[in-house]
């Protein structure tokens, strides 16, 4: 593991205690901004304009749980980045997937994929085996940091940001959204009025 963190550069350099990540001046700036009536587009670290955004692409991965297909197109596309080892990572997990279901009540097409950023297929796969209900599919796993490093290039504004990370792509299959560290449950209001 300590290899797969030295070749993506601190970026999946979760905390995994309750301690605040690491001094990032831009990353605790933005977290320092956030309440939960924050206009929508307080929630986005990172935000482009309709049609500016690259479009999303997956780095090399492999299957987690089943076989997948391609990333829909004219629906949102919520992106989670995450580890088993990532705390805060799991802890949230059962909130956006209740939030995934709430957005589609309210009407909002939205699928949820889960890329986990860890480095040994069966370590995680023994994990998933034991934890139904966590990532469930469309879920994948990175096929190798090199691969994700020169991917995350194209996305992240800053490599040293801790996972979780979310990415939110359009219908137009555009990246219009991320979001770095953990949501909130009050976060959903705010959310949901930034996907309208």
């Given at each position: 593991m300590f290899l797969f963190l030295l070749l993506v550069g601190g970026?999946?350099?979760?905390?995994?205690?309750?301690?605040?990540?690491?001094p990032n001046t831009r990353y605790q700036a933005v977290k320092a901004?956030?309440?939960?009536?924050?206009?929508?587009?307080a929630w986005c670290d990172l935000e482009f304009a309709a049609g500016t955004g690259a479009r999303l692409a997956l780095p090399p991965a492999t299957p987690a749980r089943k076989p997948v297909g391609a990333l829909p197109v004219g629906r949102w596309v919520w992106l989670n980045l995450w580890a088993t080892w990532c705390k805060p990572c799991l802890?949230?997990?059962?909130?956006?997937?209740?939030?995934?279901?709430?957005?589609?009540?309210?009407?909002?097409?939205?699928?949820?994929w889960f890329l986990s950023l860890d480095e040994d297929a069966d370590e995680l796969a023994k994990f998933l085996a034991?934890?139904?209900d966590v990532a469930p599919?469309?879920?994948?796993?990175?096929?190798?940091?090199?691969?994700?490093k020169g991917w995350a290039r194209a996305y992240l504004f800053d490599a040293s940001?801790?996972?979780p990370i979310h990415l939110l792509a359009a219908p137009d299959g555009r990246v219009r959204c991320i979001h770095?560290?953990?949501i909130n449950e009050g976060d959903y209001a705010t959310v949901a009025a930034w996907l309208r």
């Open positions: 970026l999946a350099a979760c905390p995994t205690t309750e301690k605040a990540p690491a901004t956030r309440t939960a009536k924050a206009p929508p587009e802890r949230e997990m059962p909130v956006i997937l209740g939030w995934r279901d709430r957005l589609r009540q309210d009407g909002v097409a939205l699928d949820l034991a934890h139904p599919a469309p879920s994948l796993r990175v096929s190798s940091p090199v691969d994700f940001a801790p996972i770095n560290g953990s």
